[in-house]
């Protein structure tokens, strides 16, 4: 029988995941932030071809009764995926682009698609967030990348990345 063909294989394969990603962080997004106050939705994505994980924040803090309060507004979900509710850890999600205007001055990785500049993965200074692009310090340079090229977005532990 051999083993199941990865996921995460072909470019065209990626580009309909982040497409499916950005339509499910729609959909979760408001249907959590409407039944749950102070809840906010940082990002979601998919871990595989029938499961996916939703990054919450609360000013209060994350904790397992606030994840099953968020899997229980997501019932309807369980059709169709398993879901996997976390905090944002130390290295929380950057998706939207009032996330990236409170990261301005940290550090960030950043993954692309398509290239920007000939490449998909950046780590550097975010120097700028403005409401179409943000612009981050790479080896020496700046370098502008639109909201919509980026797939993946978080904040880097400065102590425990080094």
């Known amino acids: 029988m051999g083993a199941p063909r990865p996921f995460f294989l072909e470019t065209h394969m990626a580009t309909n ?3 499916q990603e950005r339509a499910l ?3 979760v997004t408001d249907r959590v932030e409407r039944s749950l106050g102070g809840v906010e ?5 998919l871990t595989g071809p029938e499961r996916f994980c939703v990054y919450v924040d609360h000013p209060q803090g994350v904790d397992h009764a606030l994840c099953e309060r968020v899997t229980n507004v997501l019932r309807e979900f369980l059709r169709e995926y398993a879901i996997d509710v976390s ?3 130390n290295r929380p999600p950057l998706r939207r682009a009032e996330h990236f205007r409170r990261a301005v001055g940290k550090l960030v990785a950043l993954k692309t698609a398509p290239d ?3 490449r998909r993965h950046f780590r550097g200074e ?3 967030a403005n409401e179409r692009a943000v612009t981050v310090g790479v080896d020496g340079s700046e370098v502008d990348i639109p909201y919509e090229a980026i797939v993946r977005g978080n904040l880097i532990d400065e102590v425990g990345d080094r």
Not at 41 to 45: I, P, R, S, T
């Open 17 to 19: 995941v982040y497409e």
């Open 25 to 27: 962080t729609r959909e």
């Open 41 to 45: 939705v940082l990002a979601v994505e």
């Open 87 to 89: 905090s944002p850890g």
């Open 116 to 118: 920007v500049e000939g």
């Open 126 to 128: 975010l120097k700028q």
